[in-house]
């Protein structure tokens, strides 16, 4: 069968299977990729795409499969959502790029004005623009050195920040993200992670140790954490750890950095997670759902850390690029126009009284918030990490056109990030395969 040209909402919300998965077209398609792109560079999936949107993916073969990915909490408001697409159009015919640092333009600003609306703090606000959440995060850090003086870094065990060489010195996990790839940047230091299911506790006054006794307070120039954290595995940390990470900095003159990437834009049932324990960072940097798929990211802070940096200190050709911009915007009318932070909620309800009901040995912890849910899978009464049940179930439903996505320091957790807009049938079937699934294993 031909593929669809064009995606968005009005593609068929259905689930269907014409050719087995991955089918010819795919099959050809891997064959050339194999021979064009290195191998360090994998695909979690075995299908080529050919359109997106609502609650489905097409593949060029026209299979169409149940979305609980997101293209990892990108597409939150769907892909090629209608106002997503049509301001990033009518930019690109106006203009593709001048560079912001040598001709401005409205877009970038009015970006940055939402932002300092709709982040947490009714302080004055800053933001910068950038084109990765890694690139958000260095450029964060950079904030929080400029503004205090100091030079230390502190992140938590089990958490991503990114790849670049700053960032992966931040990220936890060593295979796949840093290995072979040190030396890392310095002055980075780790902290144990208030983890309900894997920790003991005493996490807090770990912290404290960490900061007052081996690093020196008056060394430490930000903490940076996941309110819920991400690749380790939709970790959300026990309750009251975040307020206490904030006091503990705040007493400290610490800069609290969230690192919103994954989190922010109503993924987790609030407009960004660190409103559920209302903590107001100082820095706060998003990408991921920020701008519908195109490459946009943020730093957004005080107005007073945000202008420590120099006149030229901060920027990139690329950062802010125009018709990302104007996708942002679209996707924050998106956002507001269909509720999505309440659809959130809603969805994350439907998750886990699902996943909770299927009481199977394997699952350790249903875990998560809002469109934000994950099931940390484990042998049976253990808490033994069972990476191969977390593969056995993605086979499963990846074979019968559900596309699910792993996660966890351990490669234990299956994690589900579905479109805020995919439709309540597409939600159910996608649950009815997920539960053949465990009964399958
Ligand atoms: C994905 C992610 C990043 C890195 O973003 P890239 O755009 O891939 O560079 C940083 N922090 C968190 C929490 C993330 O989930």
Redo the contacts with the bound molecule.
């Keep these: 069968m031909s593929s669809p040209t064009t995606g968005g909402p009005g593609l068929d919300q259905a689930r269907r299977l014409v050719t087995e998965i991955p089918g010819p077209r795919s099959r050809e398609l891997a064959a050339r990729r194999a021979a064009a792109v290195p191998a360090g560079v994998v695909s979690g999936q075995p299908v080529f795409a050919a359109a997106a949107g609502g609650g489905v993916l097409v593949d060029v073969d026209g299979n169409s499969f149940i979305d609980f990915g997101s293209g ?2 990108v597409t939150t408001v769907g892909n090629s959502a209608p106002r997503v697409v049509d301001r990033a159009v009518d930019q690109l015919h106006r203009f593709t790029h001048t560079c912001f640092l040598i001709n401005p333009y409205e877009e970038y600003v009015a970006v940055c004005e939402a932002l300092n609306r709709l982040t947490p703090g009714d302080h004055p606000k800053r933001t910068a623009l950038f084109n ?6 260095e450029n964060a850090v950079k904030y929080a050195r400029a503004a205090t003086g100091r030079p230390a870094v502190v992140v938590f065990d089990h ?6 060489l700053l ?1 992966m010195a931040m990220t936890a996990k060593n295979t796949p993200y840093k290995k072979d790839f040190g030396p890392f940047a310095p002055e980075v230091y780790r902290a144990p992670m208030a983890y309900p299911y894997r920790s003991a506790g005493g996490e807090l006054a770990a912290l404290r140790d960490l900061i007052d006794v081996q690093i020196g307070a008056e060394n430490v120039a930000c903490v940076v954490v ?1 309110p819920i ?3 380790g595995g939709f970790v959300v940390p026990a309750p009251g750890f975040l307020p206490g990470v904030a006091d503990l900095c705040r007493e400290r003159g610490v800069l609290l950095v969230a ?5 922010g834009f109503a993924r987790t049932g609030d407009l960004f997670a660190c409103e559920h324990e209302g903590i107001v960072p100082d820095l706060i ?1 998003t ?2 759902g920020l701008a519908g798929g195109l ?1 946009l ?1 943020a730093v957004t802070g005080r107005a007073e850390i945000m202008d420590a940096v120099h006149a030229g200190g901060i920027g990139g050709t690329y950062s802010g690029n125009p018709a990302a911009c104007a996708a942002a915007l679209g996707v924050i009318e998106t956002i507001e126009a269909q509720n999505l932070v309440e659809r959130a909620r809603t969805i994350g309800a439907r998750f886990r009284s699902r996943l909770t009901a299927l009481h199977h040995p394997v699952i350790g912890e249903v875990r998560g918030r809002g469109g934000m849910i994950a099931v940390e899978l484990v042998e049976p009464g253990t808490t033994t990490p069972n990476p191969a049940a977390v593969a056995a179930v993605i086979r499963y439903c990846q074979e019968r056109g559900l596309l699910v996505l792993s996660a966890g320091t351990y490669g234990n957790v299956l994690r589900f990030l579905p479109p805020l807009v995919i439709p309540d049938h597409l939600l159910d079937e996608g649950l009815d395969l997920l539960s053949d699934a465990f009964a399958a294993l």
């Design positions: 990892i909490a990765s959440g890694a690139e958000a995060v958490a991503y920040h990114g790849r670049t960032t996941e954290q991400g690749e690192d919103e990437v994954q989190t940097t990408a991921k490459p990211a």
